[in-house]
């Protein structure tokens, strides 16, 4: 069946310094979306990448989905305290069904 | 804000009781998921409706059920809870399918004692 694995699990970095999340499928997906959620907060959806080896930004985020549609990766330039939470990244398992990476967690430290 | 709005913000339980928890949706959706995360995982999906009938359901057992509204605001029901229950459970409205942006309310916060 298919799996999709998100790493790292936990990123610590010092305000200033880039951030990549990853997730990797055995797979082709379909389409992704990416997700962030502060602590203590509910998800809040960042962006949709659609077509292969499309790259979306939106200002300091950088989105990218494979050539082969089995990869995307969230690039985050000179975090800020600002970004902490936890990224997820979603894709459509069926028509139905959203599901859901298991997070990487960042911390920024000031 | 996303427009979305569930209720209660807590709750606390014991197991064997059932729960009963509540969704808004953006005004203009008409399908509804539903979601439990439990502490520091990412969201399961349960199930989802669309114009009140259930359109899609993930791998939850049937004493997780739901309803919609012809407002397509919904409903979650849990029976006979369990101590796994316990989690942050979360609806998203949208237009449509997968495809389309998923918005979050709040969650409620279900305790199973």
């Known amino acids: 069946g298919q799996q999709v694995m998100q790493i790292p699990q936990y990123q610590h970095v010092q305000e200033g310094e880039d951030f990549t999340t990853y997730c990797n499928s055995s797979?082709?997906?379909?389409?992704i979306q990416w997700y962030k959620q502060r602590p203590g907060g509910h998800p809040v959806f960042l962006i949709q990448?659609?077509?292969?080896?499309e790259v979306k930004k939106q200002k300091r985020l950088t989105f990218q989905f494979g050539e082969a549609k089995k990869n995307s990766s969230l690039h985050i330039t000179a975090t800020q305290t600002t970004d902490v939470g936890t990224y997820f990244c979603?894709?459509?398992?069926?028509?139905?069904?959203?599901?859901f990476g298991s997070g990487t967690q960042l911390t920024v430290l000031p | 804000e996303t427009g979305v709005t569930q209720s209660p913000t807590h709750l606390i339980k014991t197991r064997g009781q059932q729960v009963t928890l509540r969704c808004s949706s953006q005004?203009?959706?008409?399908?509804v998921s539903w979601y439990q995360q439990a502490l520091g995982q990412g969201p399961q999906f349960i199930f989802q409706?669309?114009?009140?009938?259930?359109?899609g359901r993930g791998n939850f057992p049937p004493r997780f059920s739901g309803l919609q509204f012809p407002n397509y605001s919904s409903e979650l029901n849990v029976n006979a809870l369990e101590l796994d229950d316990s989690a942050l459970y979360l609806c998203?409205?949208?237009?449509?399918?997968?495809?389309?942006?998923?918005?979050f309310g709040p969650g409620t916060r279900l305790t199973v004692l």
């Open positions: 005004s203009g959706h008409n399908t």
């Open positions: 409706y669309y114009r009140e009938e259930e359109n």
């Open positions: 979603a894709w459509g398992a069926s028509a139905r069904q959203l599901t």
């Open positions: 998203a409205s949208s237009l449509g399918g997968f495809k389309d942006t998923q918005y």
């Open positions: 797979t082709t997906l379909s389409n």
């Open positions: 990448l659609v077509k292969s080896g």
